[in-house]
């Protein structure tokens, strides 16, 4: 939280956010803060149900907060804005279009005053920078599931958005497949200009792609510690296996037990762990 | 399967149903009245085949008029209740009350209401019968809608009406011609029954009728050959339409 006001591209405050349910009021967020300035990538990790989902609709502006402030560029978000693109656990590819259709989609809603040919090359272009040259007119049902999230980034960046918002995307994927996309990450970050919040369960995911790692506390979620992630740009998998990402994640596993609210003795027992982020890949 | 076989292997199927139902009749010796045999059929088409004709097409276009107004309804009330969870909480239970009511009791009602418009009470009753399966596939087509879908567009700024031109009315077709195939056999049924319910001298119901009052066996038989072969037309046109507009939908089949 060191970046002053003006180079953090999100902004978020001191955030409140309860859902009004049957049962009463259901604190979510209470007190949550994170600044993430442009360009860079954080991701969000804490403990299941905490509140992640609801952090990333406040940014879309889908929902709005209680107390406290969301901001992007400057400006508080009042409505859904047009700079914003997001992609899920569930790649929610629309069966009846092809791939190429589907990526496109977001340039058929935002405004803007390209040709057909126009939009198509964009989609052309994102499908190779992902790797999916040649699907571009399968359908989503022809594609692995691999294949199918890597499509929905593209959706999700067609219109150019500045900020890109993954609520669990690599969530439903088998290690490998997941570690192909998570390279694939860092080519779409080289080529395009976003700012990125991610939202993951899997440490080693948030270590090797992201600049800053947010903790949240379990519901209602505040910030409960944030780490920088001292590596540049340029990643490569065997990072991971250094003494310092090891550090990093046995830090980060720790706090995720505080926030899970387990009894710290049982740490006394995980430093051997060989895999510290495998505990809770997706939900 | 080759395009000649799949026409060839129904063909084939309801040749040998005529075989069987001619051997049937044959071996028993049943007599015309207790059972007609195909062999009667041609007789009874030809002697009456103008009335077929002009009976068959009043049958057909007040179905079709009835399975017109399902759809429109249908598809407006299963939006309303795919939208809405309160419309929907307070809907269900009248349309579940209405639709179990047998449609029998409602045609004196029908006919009382609207007394000499017998075209527009046949079309109604086509219509009561029907309109169900469609308005709870629409609806729950859109209320079963993942909500990340509706984000995605949400998020681009996007209005409900683009979602639902987009995204909620292209994904909820499947279902909705998975239930437009049970409203075409359940419109038939609505029109036979107050073409035979209320007889008013038109329609296959009435032709049905007056051959049960004549005693012409064979031709009421003929009747309801006629009417299979109507609801199966009907049908494929739905299953054609289907094709065109949600074939992406059938990739599980191959
Ligand atoms: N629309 C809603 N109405 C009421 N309660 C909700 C709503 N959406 C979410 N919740 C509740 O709010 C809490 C936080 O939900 P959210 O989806 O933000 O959690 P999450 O951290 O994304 O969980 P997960 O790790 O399982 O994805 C949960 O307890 C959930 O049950
Ligand atoms: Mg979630």
Same mark, same amino acid.
């Given at each position: 939280?060191?970046?002053?006001?003006?180079?953090?591209l999100?902004?978020?405050?001191?955030v409140k956010?309860?859902y009004?349910?049957?049962?009463?009021?259901?604190?979510?967020?209470?007190?949550?803060?994170v600044?993430?300035?442009?360009?860079?990538f954080?991701?969000?990790v804490?403990?299941?149900?905490?509140?992640?989902?609801?952090?990333t609709?406040?940014?879309?502006?889908?929902?709005?907060?209680?107390?406290?402030?969301?901001?992007?560029?400057?400006?508080?978000?009042?409505?859904?804005?047009?700079?914003?693109?997001?992609?899920?656990?569930n790649?929610?590819?629309?069966?009846?279009?092809?791939?190429?259709?589907?990526?496109?989609?977001?340039?058929?809603?935002?405004?803007n005053?390209?040709?057909?040919?126009?939009?198509?090359?964009?989609?052309?272009e994102?499908?190779?920078?992902?790797?999916?040259?040649?699907?571009?007119?399968k359908?989503?049902?022809?594609?692995s599931?691999?294949?199918?999230?890597?499509?929905?980034?593209?959706?999700?960046?067609?219109?150019?958005?500045?900020?890109?918002?993954?609520?669990?995307?690599?969530?439903?994927?088998?290690?490998?497949?997941?570690?192909?996309?998570?390279?694939?990450?860092?080519?779409?970050?080289?080529?395009?200009?976003?700012t990125?919040?991610?939202?993951?369960?899997?440490?080693?995911?948030?270590?090797?792609?992201?600049?800053?790692?947010?903790?949240?506390?379990?519901?209602?979620?505040?910030?409960?510690?944030?780490?920088?992630v001292?590596?540049?740009?340029?990643?490569?998998?065997?990072?991971?296996?250094?003494?310092?990402?090891?550090?990093?994640?046995l830090?980060?596993?720790?706090?995720?037990?505080?926030?899970?609210?387990?009894?710290?003795?049982?740490?006394?027992?995980?430093?051997?762990?060989?895999?510290?982020?495998?505990?809770?890949?997706?939900? | 399967m080759?395009?000649k076989?799949r026409?060839?292997?129904?063909?084939?199927?309801?040749?040998?149903?005529?075989?069987?139902?001619e051997?049937?009749?044959?071996?028993?010796?049943?007599?015309?009245?207790?059972?007609?045999?195909?062999?009667?059929?041609g007789?009874?088409?030809?002697?009456?085949?103008?009335l077929?004709?002009?009976?068959?097409?009043?049958?057909?276009?007040?179905?079709v008029?009835?399975?017109?107004?399902?759809?429109?309804f249908?598809?407006?009330?299963?939006?309303i209740?795919?939208?809405?969870?309160?419309?929907?909480?307070?809907?269900?239970?009248?349309?579940?009350?209405?639709?179990?009511?047998?449609?029998?009791?409602v045609?004196?009602?029908v006919?009382?209401?609207?007394?000499?418009?017998?075209?527009?009470?046949?079309?109604? &009753? #086509?219509? *009561?019968?029907s309109f169900?399966?469609?308005? +709870?596939? !629409?609806?729950?087509?859109?209320?079963?809608?993942?909500? /990340?879908?509706?984000?995605?567009?949400?998020?681009?700024?996007?209005s409900?009406?683009?979602?639902?031109?987009?995204?909620a009315?292209?994904?909820?077709?499947?279902?909705?011609?998975g239930?437009?195939?049970v409203?075409?056999?359940?419109?038939?049924?609505?029109?036979?029954?107050?073409?035979?319910?209320?007889?008013h001298?038109?329609?296959?119901?009435?032709?049905?009728?007056?051959?049960?009052?004549?005693?012409?066996?064979?031709?009421?038989?003929?009747?309801?050959?006629? &009417? #299979?072969? *109507?609801?199966i037309?009907?049908?494929?046109? +739905?299953? !054609?339409?289907?094709?065109i507009?949600?074939?992406?939908? /059938?990739?599980?089949?191959?």
């Open positions: 939280m060191s970046s002053t006001p003006s180079d953090a999100i902004r978020i405050s001191d956010h309860a009004r349910t049957d049962a009463g009021p259901l604190p979510v967020l209470d007190g949550f803060s600044e993430v300035p442009e360009g860079a954080t991701a969000v804490g403990p299941s149900g905490c509140g992640k989902s609801t952090l609709r406040l940014i879309a502006g889908l929902l709005f907060p209680d107390e406290g402030d969301v901001i992007l560029h400057g400006e508080k978000v009042t409505s859904p804005r047009n700079t914003v693109g997001m992609a899920f656990q790649p929610v590819l629309l069966e009846w279009r092809t791939i190429l259709d589907n990526v496109c989609l977001p340039l058929e809603i935002v405004p005053d390209l040709s057909r040919k126009q939009r198509n090359d964009r989609g052309y994102l499908l190779a920078m992902v790797g999916l040259q040649g699907f571009e007119d359908k989503p049902s022809e594609l599931g691999g294949m199918r999230q890597r499509a929905s980034l593209c959706r999700a960046l067609a219109h150019r958005p500045d900020v890109l918002i993954l609520d669990e995307p690599f969530g439903a994927l088998d290690a490998f497949t997941r570690e192909d996309l998570w390279q694939i990450m860092h080519e779409l970050r080289h080529n395009e200009a976003f990125c919040l991610l939202i993951t369960h899997d440490l080693r995911e948030s270590v090797f792609l992201a600049d800053q790692v947010v903790v949240m506390s379990g519901r209602p979620a505040k910030t409960q510690y944030v780490l920088d001292p590596f540049g740009r340029e990643r490569v998998l065997d990072d991971l296996y250094t003494p310092e990402a090891t550090q990093m994640l830090d980060l596993r720790h706090q995720i037990q505080v926030a899970q609210g387990r009894p710290l003795e049982e740490l006394e027992h995980e430093p051997g762990d060989p895999e510290p982020g495998a505990g809770e890949p997706g939900s | 080759s395009s076989q026409f060839a292997t129904p063909i084939i199927a309801l040749v040998i149903f005529a075989l069987l139902w051997f049937l009749v044959w071996i028993n010796d049943w007599p015309n009245y207790v059972m007609a045999s195909p062999s009667d059929l007789p009874a088409f030809y002697k009456f085949r103008w077929f004709l002009e009976f068959g097409w009043d049958t057909l276009w007040r179905t008029a009835g399975l017109m107004l399902a759809i429109a249908g598809v407006v009330v299963g939006m209740m795919g939208f809405s969870r309160t419309m929907r909480e307070a809907l269900y239970p009248l349309l579940v009350g209405f639709n179990a009511i047998p449609k029998a009791t045609v004196p009602v006919a009382l209401l609207l007394v000499g418009q017998h075209n527009l009470n046949t079309v109604l &009753l #086509a219509f *009561m019968i169900f399966p469609i308005t +709870v596939s !629409i609806s729950i087509g859109l209320s079963t809608l993942e909500p /990340e879908y509706r984000d995605i567009l949400l998020s681009l700024g996007a409900r009406l683009t979602i639902f031109r987009k995204i009315l292209p994904k909820t077709l499947p279902e909705f011609f239930a437009l195939k409203a075409v056999t359940l419109a038939f049924i609505g029109t036979n029954l107050m073409e035979i319910v209320e007889p001298g038109r329609g296959l119901g009435h032709l049905f009728d007056s051959g049960k009052i004549s005693a012409d066996y064979p031709l009421m038989f003929a009747v309801l050959i006629a &009417l #299979a072969v *109507m609801g037309g009907l049908y494929y046109v +739905v299953v !054609i339409l289907e094709k507009f949600a074939g992406w939908a /059938e990739r599980q089949e191959s």
